[in-house]
């Protein structure tokens, strides 16, 4: 006993640095780290291999960053992710940056160049501390002398608010050196002090008899769901919602009135613009700026960090902890305040009829009331960036079952896919489904080999209409002729099958709903190509809005 006992410290002691890292985060609850491996990479996946940790291959390194991403949303656990250095690491950039703005707690790792080749010209060498600089919380590079305190940094860092991604550069050969002893504390770096002006806060809110709550996407990443809903039931007032935060409260909710940006949103000036109060409730401007659509009232901006606001005179400000959001706003009176409710009813009323007004084509919004009405209420659907977004993000209902995953802060097409299937492996037993368009697929098909190979029953819905729409839209918008976004003629696929998996064709909505009941009962990864008519775009996006970014 005594010698198996010694020889167990003899080999804790000599602890290589990729077993230490493995060993680190599997205590943390990482279950699986998703890239594309290196030579060096090697005794990594080896490491995570023994320590219980699955290594997903993936087709492209963004796809790796995209599913580290949304794992951490779905199971709160850092997600994790690994790229080789060189193209690999410039590739896993972009997935990076999703993690960024949309708020995820991320660590990625990337081999890197020995120490003894850092400051020589050598191939596939670039300075990716300066890479990742811009697009993380933090980055770091490894030493077997510092591994232990750079990790424990790196796993409080990632999860601050606001949460986001932290890079830690490995050299190209240490993955077997011994780890030393280093110290471990974290100093967590200064905070921006604000001086939260309680008074005037209270005052505004004594006085508002028409306020609006706009609730954003750190209330929803913060699980505030069912503290809103109690408040709501005593402060009763209309809610409307950024597109992340959807689901945030039902659509069935009487307070709930609509998705600001998304389709039809300008409906809803005819609750903001009666306002005499706007409270931004874990509102992040990195979604939507206030000044888009904020009309003439002073805003109560709540939130969990110092963020930069319009230069107006009328905004004030709170940081601090979402228990003290609410506590302060009880100081409005709830036998006073102006409840809209003929007004929202109105508001839902009218966009429904509207989304029903092109249901009599296979247009989106057809294929999409399909998709809505043959999948269960519990399923989690992705949806990549495109015209298809700024429709299903109004016109999708979630209700209290269900869970929509976008990309907003970020909104990088091909994003759909890879967290179609992130949240299939973390949620096994639920249906999944994504809903992208042509474009936003064809920039990671690859992905099927992934889906394929893991055996994921995912329903990947490509809204082929052979364009690249919004910029379409905005080109013509602009009085341009279109140019530069035809993807392709004829049939997308021209087969039943791609890369191995099933492709359904829907052309009509009979079509489309006997695709839909089909792919259900499949247990592999399955395509339909729904050929839809996009004419209902020109009519449903708001010009103003979608003109207004990148999107």
């Not at 160049?113 to 919380?137: A, G, H, N, Y």
């Given at each position: 006993?005594?010698?198996?006992?010694?020889?167990?410290?003899?080999?804790?002691?000599?602890?290589?640095?990729?077993?230490?890292?493995?060993?680190?985060?599997?205590?943390?609850?990482?279950?699986?780290?998703?890239?594309?491996?290196?030579?060096?990479?090697?005794?990594?996946?080896?490491?995570?291999?023994?320590?219980?940790?699955?290594?997903?291959?993936?087709?492209?390194?963004?796809?790796?960053?995209?599913?580290?991403?949304?794992?951490?949303?779905?199971?709160?656990?850092?997600?994790?992710?690994?790229?080789?250095?060189?193209?690999?690491?410039?590739?896993?950039?972009?997935?990076?940056?999703?993690?960024?703005?949309?708020?995820?707690?991320?660590?990625?790792?990337?081999?890197?160049?020995?120490?003894?080749?850092?400051?020589?010209?050598?191939?596939?060498?670039?300075?990716?501390?300066?890479?990742?600089?811009?697009?993380?919380?933090?980055?770091?590079?490894?030493?077997?002398?510092?591994?232990?305190?750079?990790?424990?940094?790196?796993?409080?860092?990632?999860?601050?608010?606001?949460?986001?991604?932290?890079?830690?550069?490995?050299?190209?050969?240490?993955?077997?050196?011994?780890?030393?002893?280093?110290?471990?504390?974290?100093?967590?770096?200064?905070?921006?002090?604000?001086?939260?002006?309680?008074?005037?806060?209270?005052?505004?809110?004594?006085?508002?008899?028409?306020?609006?709550?706009?609730?954003?996407?750190?209330?929803?990443?913060?699980?505030?769901?069912?503290?809103?809903?109690?408040?709501?039931?005593?402060?009763?007032?209309p809610v409307v919602l950024t597109p992340m935060a959807k689901g945030l409260i039902p659509e069935t909710h009487p307070s709930y009135t609509g998705i600001l940006f998304h389709s039809l949103s300008d409906y809803l000036k005819a609750i903001y613009e009666k306002s005499d109060l706007v409270i931004g409730f874990g509102y992040d401007q990195v979604e939507y700026n206030y000044e888009s659509w904020l009309p003439g009232v002073p805003l109560i901006h709540f939130n969990t960090v110092v963020s930069d606001m319009p230069d107006r005179e009328n905004i004030v400000r709170f940081t601090g902890p979402p228990d003290e959001w609410f506590r302060i706003m009880s100081e409005l009176s709830p036998g006073s305040l102006l409840f809209e409710q003929g007004t929202i009813r109105s508001i839902r009323d009218e966009m429904s009829l509207n989304f029903n007004g092109y249901t009599?084509?296979?247009?989106?919004?057809?294929?999409?009331?399909?998709?809505?009405?043959?999948?269960?209420?519990?399923?989690?659907?992705?949806?990549?960036?495109?015209?298809?977004?700024?429709?299903?993000?109004?016109?999708?209902?979630?209700?209290?079952?269900?869970?929509?995953?976008?990309?907003?802060?970020?909104?990088?097409?091909?994003?759909?896919?890879?967290?179609?299937?992130?949240?299939?492996?973390?949620?096994?037993?639920?249906?999944?489904?994504?809903?992208?368009?042509?474009?936003?697929?064809?920039?990671?098909?690859?992905?099927?080999?992934?889906?394929?190979?893991?055996?994921?029953?995912?329903?990947?819905?490509?809204?082929?209409?052979?364009?690249?729409?919004?910029?379409?839209?905005?080109?013509?918008?602009?009085?341009?002729?279109?140019?530069?976004?035809?993807?392709?003629?004829?049939?997308?696929?021209?087969?039943?099958?791609?890369?191995?998996?099933?492709?359904?064709?829907?052309?009509?909505?009979?079509?489309?709903?006997?695709?839909?009941?089909?792919?259900?009962?499949?247990?592999?990864?399955?395509?339909?190509?729904?050929?839809?008519?996009?004419?209902?775009?020109?009519?449903?996006?708001?010009?103003?809005?979608?003109?207004?970014?990148?999107?």
């Amino acid at each position: 006993m005594s010698i198996l006992f010694n020889r167990f410290v003899v080999i804790y002691a000599l602890m290589t640095l990729a077993g230490y890292i493995a060993d680190q985060l599997f205590k943390e609850g990482v279950r699986h780290i998703f890239g594309i491996p290196g030579g060096p990479s090697i005794p990594y996946i080896r490491a995570f291999t023994d320590a219980g940790i699955e290594f997903i291959l993936t087709a492209n390194e963004s796809s790796a960053a995209i599913m580290a991403d949304v794992t951490a949303r779905i199971t709160g656990i850092p997600g994790v992710c690994h790229s080789t250095l060189g193209p690999g690491a410039t590739n896993i950039s972009t997935g990076i940056g999703g993690a960024l703005l949309d708020r995820s707690p991320v660590i990625v790792f990337t081999t890197e160049v020995s120490d003894e080749m850092l400051f020589r010209t050598t191939q596939m060498r670039i300075d990716q501390q300066k890479l990742f600089t811009p697009l993380t919380k933090a980055t770091f590079r490894v030493s077997p002398g510092n591994i232990k305190k750079v990790l424990a940094d790196t796993l409080a860092i990632c999860r601050e608010e606001y949460p986001g991604p932290v890079h830690i550069g490995l050299p190209s050969d240490i993955a077997e050196s011994e780890v030393t002893d280093s110290e471990q504390h974290y100093e967590e770096p200064p905070v921006k002090k604000q001086e939260n002006d309680i008074l005037r806060i209270s005052s505004l809110l004594a006085r508002s008899r028409r306020p609006l709550l706009a609730a954003g996407m750190t209330a929803a990443r913060l699980g505030l769901k069912e503290k809103l809903l109690s408040f709501l039931e005593m402060y009763r007032m209309p809610v409307v919602l950024t597109p992340m935060a959807k689901g945030l409260i039902p659509e069935t909710h009487p307070s709930y009135t609509g998705i600001l940006f998304h389709s039809l949103s300008d409906y809803l000036k005819a609750i903001y613009e009666k306002s005499d109060l706007v409270i931004g409730f874990g509102y992040d401007q990195v979604e939507y700026n206030y000044e888009s659509w904020l009309p003439g009232v002073p805003l109560i901006h709540f939130n969990t960090v110092v963020s930069d606001m319009p230069d107006r005179e009328n905004i004030v400000r709170f940081t601090g902890p979402p228990d003290e959001w609410f506590r302060i706003m009880s100081e409005l009176s709830p036998g006073s305040l102006l409840f809209e409710q003929g007004t929202i009813r109105s508001i839902r009323d009218e966009m429904s009829l509207n989304f029903n007004g092109y249901t009599n084509h296979f247009g989106p919004v057809t294929a999409l009331k399909v998709l809505q009405e043959e999948l269960p209420d519990d399923s989690v659907v992705t949806a990549d960036v495109g015209s298809h977004l700024h429709l299903a993000g109004q016109l999708w209902e979630l209700g209290n079952k269900g869970r929509f995953i976008l990309t907003n802060g970020w909104s990088g097409m091909g994003f759909g896919l890879p967290a179609a299937l992130a949240a299939k492996i973390s949620c096994p037993e639920t249906t999944v489904a994504c809903i992208s368009g042509d474009g936003g697929f064809l920039m990671t098909a690859g992905e099927m080999i992934t889906a394929r190979r893991h055996k994921l029953h995912v329903i990947l819905v490509v809204l082929s209409d052979g364009e690249l729409n919004l910029i379409k839209l905005k080109q013509e918008w602009k009085k341009i002729t279109p140019g530069g976004t035809q993807l392709y003629e004829g049939d997308l696929f021209g087969a039943n099958s791609f890369l191995g998996c099933r492709v359904l064709n829907a052309e009509t909505e009979d079509n489309m709903r006997k695709a839909v009941k089909q792919a259900l009962e499949m247990n592999e990864p399955v395509i339909i190509n729904a050929k839809i008519d996009p004419e209902d775009y020109k009519w449903l996006i708001v010009k103003q809005q979608a003109a207004a970014t990148g999107k």
